[in-house]
């Protein structure tokens, strides 16, 4: 069992692919939107465009977490 699974196996480089689209739309997007969003709020407006655009992103980052996580686990190139 030791050794069996290490960071060269075949599920690691989909794990790293698939990690980078969520952190850029979290530190694209959702930072971006939620300062604005704080602004206007502050600013006594509406901010039901970048709620809802966050509301989106987010969700999206969700699921390609989960995506990882079921990558973690199946590990793609295993037999069972």
Do not use: T
């Amino acid at each position: 069992m030791r050794g069996e699974y290490s960071f060269n196996s075949s599920g690691s480089a989909p794990r790293s692919r698939c990690s980078s689209p969520p952190l850029g739309l979290l530190f694209g997007l959702v930072e971006r939107d939620q300062r604005r969003a704080i602004a206007r709020l502050d600013a006594g407006e509406k901010v039901n465009v970048e709620a809802g655009r966050i509301a989106g992103v987010s969700a999206a980052v969700g699921v390609l977490w989960l995506v990882i996580l079921l990558l973690m686990i199946y590990k793609p190139g295993h037999g069972s």
